[in-house]
């Protein structure tokens, strides 16, 4: 077996072909969007260079077969906690089912990350932001969401017999549009409904500019600081709701203002896969003339979460009951019949909670993010659970 570090557009593409070998005979695989893996390693498109670096690396067999790839990152904004040292990275992981192989893959990101100063590596994540390919799908190997990765059971062995450890699960929930909520729902939103000083709004595409500024002010206040995520500035959510706009679904976008001040929001979007799934990776032209025929012939039946949240000082008088009964209640007018929640740390159980008591959910699959400390001497200590 021979390990190539990616240097040059032949060995770029290679990497990108190992995850299409492994995964091809998969009916449940998806092949992400080419430009979107090649973005996480252009420090051009990629900001994450401006406080960190990555290495890649293909496998192959003796025989020249493609078998494996991995990338290493350091990322000096990735949250450590003082007490455990500094922590690098790895992701884009993809082997064949070879313990030997995948040790070859985790050696050289070890040591490539020792030499940088790191003292443990978590994987596999993102050089990133970690609303994309983050975890190890552990449990429930069904079409993946856009972005979000998607690997053979088996390697799940891999990690753990090299000696990773899980440090946190990442739990996705999934719901009928058409299901019941429980009555303890409407009881929770009848107390926000029937007073008038709230108002619950879809955005509207025309007003990007207004909603990127309530939208910064709500998650500023509800997730700025945990876990490493920074402020956004208003300027950095309309360039993001620019992003979105071609695909962005006015009908599930919501805003909850109380006396006009923003308050909650619950953003969703089309499941994009549904229709990528039927590009093969490519987006040139072509590619968007067919993607733009896929969207107005074939409508994606299936939502996803992106964003829901109650800034602090209105959290726990009902907000999260009100949105949900009330998309619930315009949602059945419309195509969609099948939702999902982006990923939930099992340290988080007020949001879990909150994604149960939706309705009739169920677990729709587990991620796991797992740590290798490089001294295994070292008491291991799992993701903190949250109050």
Known sequence: MQLIEVKDSATASAF????????KNDPSYIRPLDKDVEEVFDPKRNKAFGFGEVARWVLQNDEGKLIGRIAAFVNRKYHNKEDEGPVGGIGFFDCINNQQAADMLFDVSRHWLLQRGMEAMDGPINFGERDR???LVVKGFNE?????????????????????RPFYNQLCFGMSIHGPFHKK????????????SYKMVTINKSQLEKYAADFSIVYNKAW??????????????LRLFETMKPVLDEKIAWFVYHNDQPVSIFINLPDLNQWFKFLNGQFNWWH???LLWLMKNK???KMVGLVFGVIPEYQGLGLDAYMIIEAGILLKQYEY????????????????NVAKRMGETWPSRTLTTYRYLFDQTREFKPHPILS
């Open 16 to 23: 990108i072909q190992v995850n299409v070998e492994i995964n």
């Open 133 to 135: 390919w983050w975890g």
């Open 144 to 164: 993946p969401l856009y972005c979000m990765n998607y690997n053979q059971p088996y390697y799940r062995e891999l990690f753990e017999n090299y000696g990773f």
């Open 185 to 196: 729902l409407w009881n929770r939103h009848a107390a926000i409904a029937n007073d008038p």
């Open 224 to 237: 700025a600081g945990h876990e490493g995520q920074k402020e956004l500035t208003p300027q950095q959510v």
């Open 288 to 290: 968007k003339l067919k």
């Open 299 to 301: 409508p994606s039946r």
């Open 337 to 352: 019949e099948h939702y999902e929640m982006q990923w939930i740390g099992d340290f988080n159980p007020k949001m879990i």
